[in-house]
């Protein structure tokens, strides 16, 4: 079994990200373009936030109602991204191990964090789904 493995041999590189100033259709566009259900948020270089899928339909009802466009859109406008998403993210140091990350999974709500390099620029995002093939392809 593969021991102390760094977190970078299995997190998304190329990662998409928002600016805390962007509007909340944009994330939503994000996620729907691109099948992702996490996203950093920046301000500046600085990962200030976490905003997922899951935070959108807590806003919204077209998945639950027939005739809810409406009012998702006007939710949508109303709130901003720095109300919905999730401050001060817990973040991963991309010199950190699979093992780490699996272990702040299991012990906190997490589904997904952000990796920074030393200085504590964005290099990646892991998700369970990330530690979750690492383990497939274990077997």
Same mark, same amino acid.
């Given at each position: 079994m593969k021991r102390r493995e760094p977190i970078t041999h299995i997190m998304t590189?190329? #990662?998409l990200a928002v600016n805390l100033a962007d509007?909340?259709?944009? #994330? #939503?566009d994000l996620f729907n373009k691109h099948k992702i259900r996490h996203v950093p948020v920046l301000n500046g270089q600085e990962v200030v936030g /976490? @905003?997922? $899928?899951? !935070? @959108?339909? %807590? *806003?919204?009802?077209?998945? *639950?109602f027939d005739n809810q466009a409406g009012v998702d859109e006007a939710v949508l406008t109303m709130l901003t991204l720095e109300q919905v998403m999730t401050?001060?993210? $817990? *973040? @991963? $140091?991309?010199?950190?191990? @699979? $093992? !780490?990350?699996?272990?702040i999974f299991t012990?906190?709500?997490?589904?997904? *964090?952000? #990796?920074t390099d030393e200085k504590g620029t964005l290099v990646g995002i892991v998700t369970t789904t990330d530690? /979750? %093939?690492?383990l497939l392809d274990l077997y």
């Amino acid at each position: 079994m593969k021991r102390r493995e760094p977190i970078t041999h299995i997190m998304t590189e190329n #990662v998409l990200a928002v600016n805390l100033a962007d509007d909340l259709h944009e #994330v #939503v566009d994000l996620f729907n373009k691109h099948k992702i259900r996490h996203v950093p948020v920046l301000n500046g270089q600085e990962v200030v936030g /976490m @905003i997922s $899928r899951t !935070d @959108i339909n %807590r *806003l919204t009802f077209s998945a *639950l109602f027939d005739n809810q466009a409406g009012v998702d859109e006007a939710v949508l406008t109303m709130l901003t991204l720095e109300q919905v998403m999730t401050h001060k993210p $817990r *973040l @991963i $140091r991309a010199d950190q191990t @699979i $093992r !780490d990350v699996a272990e702040i999974f299991t012990q906190e709500e997490f589904h997904a *964090l952000p #990796v920074t390099d030393e200085k504590g620029t964005l290099v990646g995002i892991v998700t369970t789904t990330d530690v /979750m %093939r690492y383990l497939l392809d274990l077997y």
